[in-house]
Nanobody
Framework: HVQLVESGGGSVQAGGSLRLSCAAS????????MGWFRQAPGKEREGVAA???????IYAFSVKGRFTISQDNANNTLYLQMSSLKPEDTAMYYC?????????????????WGQGTQVTVS
């Protein structure tokens, strides 16, 4: 049974930083694409960043250069380091996973999701 548990959200002023974590269990972590998505009120859930087990990453244009995704395979944990935060980054952030050797931001292709962690930038 795959479980993803996010943490690290909170409130921060514009220009600040936050690091989100996603603890994964129940699957062979190294065989998966892991990603971060976010959903703001009234908007669709969108992909933010994703990483393949071999370290390849993809980023949404809106966060490139400000956010960094990384993984700790030994501890089955996914991270999202967010810097230079803007009010438009305010959203619920979700960790997602799928068994694949490449990544994209097709939401329907990710069968596993965490419960989300709120990020508020003012």
């Amino acid at each position: 049974h795959v479980q993803l548990v996010e943490s690290g959200g909170g409130s921060v002023q514009a220009g600040g930083s936050l690091r989100l974590s996603c603890a994964a269990s129940g699957f062979t972590y190294g065989s998966y694409c892991m990603g971060w998505f976010r959903q703001a009120p009234g908007k669709e859930r969108e992909g933010v960043a994703a990483i393949v087990s071999d370290g390849r990453t993809i980023y949404a244009f809106s966060v490139k250069g400000r956010f960094t995704i990384s993984q700790d395979n030994a501890n089955n944990t996914l991270y999202l380091q967010m810097s230079s935060l803007k009010p438009e980054d305010t959203a619920m952030y979700y960790c997602a996973a799928r068994k694949n050797w490449w990544c994209d931001f097709v939401r329907a292709s990710f069968p596993y999701w965490g419960q989300g962690t709120q990020v508020t930038v003012s």
